[in-house]
């Protein structure tokens, strides 16, 4: 399996690891088939992401693509971030091997949880903040179609 120089960077010097003490989001994601667990913690203030900061239990590609998606969602606004998909997250690292693939999906959905979560600290409901981040939840009926 080759890496690309990118993703190997990201994987020996991440970037934005640690956490942030009273985030206004933090999102936790995980792929029980191969164990990674992404927590995506975010500091927002008028709408724009001033700071971003990850924590990954994974493989190389799942660290790679939690540093590289903090990098392009810092400083933009929360929706713009919600706009961030996993192809942007792949095509940023020069490409990840197809078997990899579903690391940067992780990385798409530890920020629409924690902007999820975000939305809740600010007064919506679970199911409309879930519902407007684009959360899948398997267990509830509107979010598994």
């Known amino acids: 399996m080759m890496y690309t120089k990118k993703v190997i960077d990201h994987y020996t010097n991440p970037r934005n690891v640690g956490e942030i003490k009273e985030a206004s989001g933090i999102g936790q994601v995980g792929n029980p088939v191969c164990g990674d667990i992404m927590k995506m913690y975010l500091k927002i203030e008028d709408?724009?992401?001033?700071?971003?900061?990850?924590?990954?239990?994974?493989?190389?590609?799942?660290?790679?693509?939690?540093?590289?998606?903090?990098?392009?969602?810092?400083?933009?606004?929360?929706?713009?971030?919600?706009?961030?998909?996993?192809?942007e997250v792949v095509d940023s690292l020069d490409g990840l091997p197809p078997i990899k693939l579903h690391c940067s999906v992780l990385a798409e959905e530890a920020i629409r949880s924690a902007i999820s979560d975000?939305?809740?600290?600010?007064?919506?409901?679970?199911?409309?903040?879930?519902?407007?981040?684009g959360v899948k939840d398997k267990s509830c009926e509107h979010c598994s179609n």
């Open 47 to 87: 709408n724009v992401i001033v700071d971003v900061k990850f924590k990954t239990f994974g493989c190389g590609a799942a660290i790679a693509t939690s540093s590289v998606s903090t990098e392009l969602i810092k400083g933009k606004t929360v929706e713009d971030a919600l706009r961030l998909t996993n192809k």
């Open 118 to 133: 975000y939305y809740q600290k600010n007064g919506m409901s679970k199911k409309d903040a879930d519902k407007k981040c």
